[in-house]
């Protein structure tokens, strides 16, 4: 009998099912109903900004891999997510030649230049969306009305509230915007087709409650002392909890494991900082949303946070071994 | 129900032989007797090519502190003394025998059964360290030695690892259905050896209610307490162990004794007690033959000697899927690179597996999800000490905590990644050991 | 006009990087180190690669040390013999000459000459390999062809060829920074010479497991040491070994070798080491 051919590897010889591919194609599916709710609401035009979004977001990161001679990594769901995500901060008229600018600083720039999967210090989607919103202003605040047969632009409920103040937004209706019946990017309208999907990834473990709960806790906590203070001169925290993109941001970027801080309390300072920011950028800055720029800002803090947590271990172990 | 406090993860139990009564398995053609059995160095081999030797007579005798004795399974003819590949994945000087069928006791061994209580103390350990019993849950220390610790240290609790956590594995199950009046016996003898106050448990995990159960007639008139542990890996590593029932943690650098503990596992309570109270060295234990790979998986006492080959054969052969033989279970144990091995004294279970993950595997980078840090039981962050053991920087990584890491293989498993975390936790260990060895000579 | 503009931006940046230039004039005053001119030069003569074969963790620190203590007897073994001199007559003393060495592979067990024991998945590392099993290949005292020692090499002379590390013996300057580096002793230094006839096997295993394992591997028949004139071959616990010191190169072992693959292999060194300055 021909000898058996044995494979020796190290222990754990059982792993878990879970794999990149399998947390990022959950991160798809759980951003799915979002995705068909802004193409109910907003028409072909979403479907095809979606779509550009997603297919050049995969051929860039074919790209990349081969130029850097690294394995194929496009199928692995991480630039599907990305593209998906980007797609989602969009508004649906915006030309199509941006889309892929966006997909192209998203996938190149964000991600790849700082080393690809892993070692990207900010969320791909939401650089690209910087990037997009500060390049072209105009068309990135160009939003659609739900349903609009004839794409008549609108303004998002939170740019009505920062250049013609809370009196012009006397007709906002709260459940409505709960359903996501109002002007805003593709997948930040509908906080209801947001809900499954975070309660999936939360049900699978793959996000924990600390950083969105944390992070609309603060917004909400923050928004609502002003309200408590001057309800005539500031909105209140529900019209902040509905409007803009924090939920969106909230359960899906702000929780991208790649760029959130590893331990319990990292991630809570994470999430108070993201809060505070966003809710100080609404209500002072000169931008109507800040709920991008607040988790940018804080995705360039969590090295540091994250090396708290190290250097308190080595400073816990230092005396110890002095000691040896 | 008590559970360990950090970490743990829930691998799929597959616990094919829970129900398999355990088998005997007829003696084998030839036997190959390790002399590295146990932690420590390997015992010294007393025999000659050619010497007839007796069923439980001496053939390897400890040698040092930290060893163990090693007697011949069965009565036979040795036919070689020379490296040998052992289960643990290196080579071992090893006592071949051919045995002659008689399988004749020496003289003196597996008496009728005595009254333990009759013995002094220092008889009983003498007799379990002559017997060459040591811990036959995996790491093997010898229990002569576990037995006596350093005087200045008060031992008030004594434990029986019951456990048996790793998915796969059902010998200590089977073992605490079928002997549970042993096992009693073997932690009364044990408790026996400490004075004043102690207290003595035994811990199941809650997949085994039926072993619980049986032990638990036994035990209660004895005041010996029955512990219900929750199911979930590791519960049957000695540090969580002692967490999960006694509510105390063992700190880096410290050994159970230090906490006032001392675990044992259920099979060595069993060879504790025949070695104090029927003289018979340790020279057979109970493995479980599982895996998906095997045509009948079982639980079968076995010589220790009997090579995997056989036992293959015994167990109906393997499929020709197999492409990895492990002794111990997945999480912890060693692949095998060939099936003349031997079973030795710690050899708990052996498996024969198709492992498809190894044709995907390979590397990808940490994507920072964090899994591996909830799923540490000893609190660390798998992810950094890998990445500083891939720098080797073999300074920083003991700052890092990597004594305290138990290789229990929970990163490994959950990594989505599929990061080698904690082969490179012990590649880091075992370099920074040899370079320390090296500065010092 | 822009010129009301420009003046005050010049002047002020003008006069901030006025003040930082004194700053940093008065910091390098301050803090200036005195640097040994000797050790500078003796720094520039050396290798430089900080390989740690003088003993030192750096060139720079070898200089200090030469320079401090003009022991003669430090030697830098990437230098050899001409830079030795070089240092002798800088010191103004005479720099005991270093015997050249080169690394020398102690296994020929490459894929078709050794029998693989099991496939290895995992990390691609000798030592990683090492905890998981006895090695790649059924000899357990064979190269396992991971190659960790290549990455010790700071002269790129070392490749992994068919299962086997081969040297390159024109790159090799005999640093011995790869012999730590392999967990089986396969890679050892000795002395160059023009022809070397070298036991290339470290198989401690009785004659006939190491022919089962390998075709190569010395199974301590006693013929070579039979043919010797010299006495120069010795058998230790069945493993042959040649003492350089001894051999006279007539290479009469080489031809009563008896194994499928001659296990004595016949080396040519070149003649002397020259200093390579890598960049």
Redesign the interface.
Same mark, same amino acid.
């Given at each position: 009998m021909e000898p058996l051919k044995l494979k020796v590897s190290y222990a754990p010889f059982v792993r878990s099912k879970d794999s990149i591919e399998s947390v990022m194609y959950n991160v798809a599916v759980a951003l799915l109903p979002a995705t068909l709710v802004s193409i109910y609401f907003f028409g072909w035009r979403a479907l095809l900004v979606t779509g550009v979004s997603i297919v050049s977001s995969i051929c860039f990161e074919w790209a990349i891999d081969k130029i850097r001679k690294k394995p194929t990594a496009c199928l692995d769901g991480s630039a599907l997510v990305t593209g998906q995500l980007l797609a989602l901060n969009l508004p649906s008229g915006l030309p199509l030649w941006m889309v892929i600018m966006g997909a192209f600083v998203a996938i190149v720039i964000a991600k790849h230049l700082f080393g690809g999967l892993g070692f990207n210090i900010f969320n791909p989607a939401l650089v690209a969306r910087v990037f997009l919103l500060i390049s072209f202003p105009a068309a990135m605040t160009e939003w659609y009305a739900p349903f609009s047969v004839d794409m008549q632009t609108a303004a998002s409920p939170l740019g009505i509230l920062k250049t013609d103040g809370l009196q012009a937004l006397a007709g906002f209706n709260t459940l409505d915007a709960f359903y996501g019946i109002r002007p805003g990017s593709l997948g930040e309208t509908s906080i209801l087709a947001l809900l499954p999907g975070a309660a999936w990834l939360l049900y699978k473990k793959y996000i924990t409650w600390h950083i969105p709960f944390v992070f609309i806790g603060t917004t909400m906590l923050f928004t609502g002392i002003f309200y408590l203070i001057d309800p005539l001169g500031y909105a209140s925290p529900l019209f902040h909890l509905l409007t803009g993109g924090l939920v969106l941001g909230a359960f899906f970027m702000a929780t991208d494991m790649v760029t959130s801080p590893l331990s319990l309390r990292g991630q809570i300072i994470f999430g108070i900082g993201c809060g505070v920011l966003t809710a100080i950028i609404r209500l002072w800055g000169g931008y109507p949303e800040g709920v991008s720029f607040a988790i940018l800002i804080m995705n360039a803090l969590v090295p540091l946070l994250d090396r708290w947590d190290v250097s308190e271990i080595k400073a816990k172990k230092q005396p110890s071994i002095k000691a040896a | 129900m008590k559970t360990f406090k950090t970490g743990g993860i829930h691998p799929p139990e597959q616990k094919l032989t829970s129900g398999k009564a355990v088998e005997v398995m007829p003696h084998p053609q030839e036997l190959a007797v390790p002399m590295s059995q146990h932690l420590g160095k390997p015992a010294k081999p007393v025999v000659k090519v050619g010497d007839e030797v007796k069923k439980g007579q001496l053939v390897g005798a400890a040698d040092g502190f930290i060893s163990a004795n090693v007697h011949a399974p069965t009565s036979g003819k040795i036919k070689a003394v020379k490296q040998h590949p052992h289960p643990g994945g290196q080579y071992s000087m090893t006592v071949f025998i051919t045995p002659d069928g008689k399988d004749e006791w020496l003289e003196g061994l597996n008496t009728p059964e005595c009254d333990w209580k009759k013995l002094s103390k220092e008889e009983i350990l003498k007799r379990i360290t002559d017997a060459g019993v040591v811990g036959m849950g995996g790491a093997g220390f010898p229990s002569g030695v576990k037995l006596s610790p350093p005087r200045d240290k008060t031992i008030d609790t004594i434990i029986l690892n019951g456990a048996e956590c790793e998915p796969f594995l059902t010998a200590d199950h089977r073992v605490m259905i079928e002997e549970p009046e042993a096992i009693v016996k073997g932690l009364e003898i044990i408790t026996s050896l400490f004075q004043g106050q102690v207290s003595a448990y035994i811990g199941i995990e809650s997949n085994k209610p039926d072993a619980a159960a049986a032990l638990k007639k036994h035990a209660d008139s004895k005041g010996i307490g029955i512990v219900v542990l929750e199911t979930k890996y590791p519960q049957g590593a000695e540090k969580q162990l002692i967490n999960a029932i006694t509510g105390r943690t063992v700190n880096e650098g410290e050994l159970p004794f230090d906490k006032g503990c001392l675990v044992h596992n259920i099979a060595t309570a069993i060879a504790i007690y025949e070695a104090v109270c029927k003289n018979k060295p340790l020279i057979e234990r109970v493995v479980t033959i599982s895996g998906m790979e095997i045509h009948t998986a079982k639980n079968i006492r076995i010589l220790v000697g009997t090579k995997f080959s056989e036992i293959a054969a015994f167990c109906g052969s393997m499929t020709e899927k197999t492409n990895q033989v492990i002794t111990g279970g997945p999480m912890m144990g060693k692949a095998q690179f060939s099936l003349d091995v031997p079973v030795t004294k710690t050899t708990s279970g052996i498996l024969f597996i198709n492992n498809r993950g190894l044709e995907k595997s390979g590397e990808k980078t940490c994507i920072r999800c964090s899994r591996c840090i909830s799923a540490c039981p000893q609190n660390l962050q798998p992810w950094l000490l890998a990445n500083t053991a891939q720098l080797r920087d073999f300074d920083t990584i003991e700052l890092y905590g990597m004594a305290n890491c138990t290789e229990c293989g929970s990163c490994s498993y959950v990594c989505p990644s599929k990061r080698e975390l904690v082969h490179w936790i012990k590649y880091a260990k075992t370099l920074a050991s040899k370079r320390k060895q090296r500065q010092s000579a | 006009m822009y010129s009301e503009s420009f003046i005050p931006a010049v002047a002020s940046l003008g006069s901030l990087a006025f003040v930082l230039g004194i700053i940093i004039l008065f910091v390098s005053k301050k803090f200036f180190v005195a640097e040994d001119p000797t050790v500078s030069m003796i720094n520039a003569l050396l290798p430089g690669v900080n390989c740690g074969a003088c003993g030192y963790p750096s060139c720079s620190q070898f200089a200090e040390e030469l320079v401090r203590t003009r022991n003669p007897s430090m030697t830098c073994p990437v230098g050899g013999g001409e830079l030795a001199e070089k240092l002798g007559t800088a010191l103004g003393i005479t720099m005991a000459e270093p015997k050249p060495v080169t690394c020398v592979v102690l296994c020929q067990g490459h894929n078709g000459n050794a029998r693989e024991? =099991?496939?290895?998945?995992?990390?691609r590392?000798c030592? =990683?390999a090492?905890? =998981?099993? =006895?090695g790649t290949k059924q000899c357990?005292f064979a190269c396992t062809g991971l190659g960790s020692c290549i990455a010790f090499c700071d002269f790129n002379a070392m490749r992994i060829e068919n299962g086997l590390v081969v040297i390159d013996k024109e790159l090799c300057t005999g640093c011995g920074a790869c012999v730590?580096a392999c967990p089986y002793g396969v890679l050892t230094m000795q002395e160059k010479k023009n022809e070397r006839y070298l036991i290339a096997c470290s198989s401690h295993?009785?004659g006939a497991?190491t022919r089962k394992a390998c075709d190569a591997g010395c199974t301590a028949c006693q013929k070579c040491v039979r043919e010797c004139p010299e006495q120069a071959i010795v058998i230790d616990n069945f493993l042959a070994s040649i003492i350089q010191e001894k051999c006279t190169s007539c290479g009469k072992c080489l031809e009563v070798c008896p194994t499928k693959v001659n296990c004595i292999l016949l080396e040519r060194d070149m003649e002397t080491v020259k200093s390579k300055k890598v960049p």
């Amino acid at each position: 009998m021909e000898p058996l051919k044995l494979k020796v590897s190290y222990a754990p010889f059982v792993r878990s099912k879970d794999s990149i591919e399998s947390v990022m194609y959950n991160v798809a599916v759980a951003l799915l109903p979002a995705t068909l709710v802004s193409i109910y609401f907003f028409g072909w035009r979403a479907l095809l900004v979606t779509g550009v979004s997603i297919v050049s977001s995969i051929c860039f990161e074919w790209a990349i891999d081969k130029i850097r001679k690294k394995p194929t990594a496009c199928l692995d769901g991480s630039a599907l997510v990305t593209g998906q995500l980007l797609a989602l901060n969009l508004p649906s008229g915006l030309p199509l030649w941006m889309v892929i600018m966006g997909a192209f600083v998203a996938i190149v720039i964000a991600k790849h230049l700082f080393g690809g999967l892993g070692f990207n210090i900010f969320n791909p989607a939401l650089v690209a969306r910087v990037f997009l919103l500060i390049s072209f202003p105009a068309a990135m605040t160009e939003w659609y009305a739900p349903f609009s047969v004839d794409m008549q632009t609108a303004a998002s409920p939170l740019g009505i509230l920062k250049t013609d103040g809370l009196q012009a937004l006397a007709g906002f209706n709260t459940l409505d915007a709960f359903y996501g019946i109002r002007p805003g990017s593709l997948g930040e309208t509908s906080i209801l087709a947001l809900l499954p999907g975070a309660a999936w990834l939360l049900y699978k473990k793959y996000i924990t409650w600390h950083i969105p709960f944390v992070f609309i806790g603060t917004t909400m906590l923050f928004t609502g002392i002003f309200y408590l203070i001057d309800p005539l001169g500031y909105a209140s925290p529900l019209f902040h909890l509905l409007t803009g993109g924090l939920v969106l941001g909230a359960f899906f970027m702000a929780t991208d494991m790649v760029t959130s801080p590893l331990s319990l309390r990292g991630q809570i300072i994470f999430g108070i900082g993201c809060g505070v920011l966003t809710a100080i950028i609404r209500l002072w800055g000169g931008y109507p949303e800040g709920v991008s720029f607040a988790i940018l800002i804080m995705n360039a803090l969590v090295p540091l946070l994250d090396r708290w947590d190290v250097s308190e271990i080595k400073a816990k172990k230092q005396p110890s071994i002095k000691a040896a | 129900m008590k559970t360990f406090k950090t970490g743990g993860i829930h691998p799929p139990e597959q616990k094919l032989t829970s129900g398999k009564a355990v088998e005997v398995m007829p003696h084998p053609q030839e036997l190959a007797v390790p002399m590295s059995q146990h932690l420590g160095k390997p015992a010294k081999p007393v025999v000659k090519v050619g010497d007839e030797v007796k069923k439980g007579q001496l053939v390897g005798a400890a040698d040092g502190f930290i060893s163990a004795n090693v007697h011949a399974p069965t009565s036979g003819k040795i036919k070689a003394v020379k490296q040998h590949p052992h289960p643990g994945g290196q080579y071992s000087m090893t006592v071949f025998i051919t045995p002659d069928g008689k399988d004749e006791w020496l003289e003196g061994l597996n008496t009728p059964e005595c009254d333990w209580k009759k013995l002094s103390k220092e008889e009983i350990l003498k007799r379990i360290t002559d017997a060459g019993v040591v811990g036959m849950g995996g790491a093997g220390f010898p229990s002569g030695v576990k037995l006596s610790p350093p005087r200045d240290k008060t031992i008030d609790t004594i434990i029986l690892n019951g456990a048996e956590c790793e998915p796969f594995l059902t010998a200590d199950h089977r073992v605490m259905i079928e002997e549970p009046e042993a096992i009693v016996k073997g932690l009364e003898i044990i408790t026996s050896l400490f004075q004043g106050q102690v207290s003595a448990y035994i811990g199941i995990e809650s997949n085994k209610p039926d072993a619980a159960a049986a032990l638990k007639k036994h035990a209660d008139s004895k005041g010996i307490g029955i512990v219900v542990l929750e199911t979930k890996y590791p519960q049957g590593a000695e540090k969580q162990l002692i967490n999960a029932i006694t509510g105390r943690t063992v700190n880096e650098g410290e050994l159970p004794f230090d906490k006032g503990c001392l675990v044992h596992n259920i099979a060595t309570a069993i060879a504790i007690y025949e070695a104090v109270c029927k003289n018979k060295p340790l020279i057979e234990r109970v493995v479980t033959i599982s895996g998906m790979e095997i045509h009948t998986a079982k639980n079968i006492r076995i010589l220790v000697g009997t090579k995997f080959s056989e036992i293959a054969a015994f167990c109906g052969s393997m499929t020709e899927k197999t492409n990895q033989v492990i002794t111990g279970g997945p999480m912890m144990g060693k692949a095998q690179f060939s099936l003349d091995v031997p079973v030795t004294k710690t050899t708990s279970g052996i498996l024969f597996i198709n492992n498809r993950g190894l044709e995907k595997s390979g590397e990808k980078t940490c994507i920072r999800c964090s899994r591996c840090i909830s799923a540490c039981p000893q609190n660390l962050q798998p992810w950094l000490l890998a990445n500083t053991a891939q720098l080797r920087d073999f300074d920083t990584i003991e700052l890092y905590g990597m004594a305290n890491c138990t290789e229990c293989g929970s990163c490994s498993y959950v990594c989505p990644s599929k990061r080698e975390l904690v082969h490179w936790i012990k590649y880091a260990k075992t370099l920074a050991s040899k370079r320390k060895q090296r500065q010092s000579a | 006009m822009y010129s009301e503009s420009f003046i005050p931006a010049v002047a002020s940046l003008g006069s901030l990087a006025f003040v930082l230039g004194i700053i940093i004039l008065f910091v390098s005053k301050k803090f200036f180190v005195a640097e040994d001119p000797t050790v500078s030069m003796i720094n520039a003569l050396l290798p430089g690669v900080n390989c740690g074969a003088c003993g030192y963790p750096s060139c720079s620190q070898f200089a200090e040390e030469l320079v401090r203590t003009r022991n003669p007897s430090m030697t830098c073994p990437v230098g050899g013999g001409e830079l030795a001199e070089k240092l002798g007559t800088a010191l103004g003393i005479t720099m005991a000459e270093p015997k050249p060495v080169t690394c020398v592979v102690l296994c020929q067990g490459h894929n078709g000459n050794a029998r693989e024991s =099991a496939e290895y998945i995992g990390i691609r590392d000798c030592w =990683a390999a090492a905890q =998981a099993f =006895a090695g790649t290949k059924q000899c357990r005292f064979a190269c396992t062809g991971l190659g960790s020692c290549i990455a010790f090499c700071d002269f790129n002379a070392m490749r992994i060829e068919n299962g086997l590390v081969v040297i390159d013996k024109e790159l090799c300057t005999g640093c011995g920074a790869c012999v730590p580096a392999c967990p089986y002793g396969v890679l050892t230094m000795q002395e160059k010479k023009n022809e070397r006839y070298l036991i290339a096997c470290s198989s401690h295993d009785r004659g006939a497991d190491t022919r089962k394992a390998c075709d190569a591997g010395c199974t301590a028949c006693q013929k070579c040491v039979r043919e010797c004139p010299e006495q120069a071959i010795v058998i230790d616990n069945f493993l042959a070994s040649i003492i350089q010191e001894k051999c006279t190169s007539c290479g009469k072992c080489l031809e009563v070798c008896p194994t499928k693959v001659n296990c004595i292999l016949l080396e040519r060194d070149m003649e002397t080491v020259k200093s390579k300055k890598v960049p």
